[in-house]
């Protein structure tokens, strides 16, 4: 059997609208932590290469239609599949997760519906109980500079209307999270270079993981 490892990994979360560089930068990221000798793991929500993760890629492609709640539950039920996974990956592998999109954009997105809108309890608590995130970095930048990044795809969220309904979502999660106390945000403005905007998350994510090395708290529990 292998040997634990001194300490758990980190979990950060990079949350943030569409065009806002997430993806870009959490790969960058990774690049960076294995530079430093850190063991560092990619993880993306939706994952869309399990079974419950195709059928929210045919409604997100618009290739089927859900119920608004089902398909809230289905990318909590994504996210259930694989915190087995991802609980071993930080605990039993010490090994830092990178993960792009989490709880927060479930509820942001789903709340965002006229069907939910009155609705953020019960949107979050199907996720209540996941691993918590030991820091989110969000990545913020104006609704017009977004769209100057090229537009917005094909898929059914990927609208104006949309993006700025789950924008305000994002602030009340942020501000639910800061009242509570446990899950610290990290706001980045998104609007400045590649390289500006890696510098300041890489000085975040350095911090989380040496605090989460220190402090040997174990994987907090989300919303509990
Ligand atoms: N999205 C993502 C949700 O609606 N709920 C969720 O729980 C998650 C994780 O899915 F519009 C939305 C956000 C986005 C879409 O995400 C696909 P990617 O990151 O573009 O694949």
Known sequence: TAAKPASRGAFI?????DRCGKTTQ???LIKHLVGLGLAAVAMRFPDRTTMVGDLINQYLQSKSELDDRAVHLLFSANRWEAAPALRKTLIDDGANIICDRYAHSGVAFSSSKP????????CRACDVGLPAPDAIIFLDIAQEEAEQRGGYGGERYEKKEMQQRVRKRFSQLQEMDEKDGRIPWFIVNAAQTIEEVQIEINEIVEKTVEKVQSEEQPVGLLWK
């Open 115 to 122: 069907s939910l809108e009155d609705n953020l309890d019960w």
């Open 26 to 28: 959490a790969s960058l």
């Open 13 to 17: 979360v990079l949350e943030g609208v």
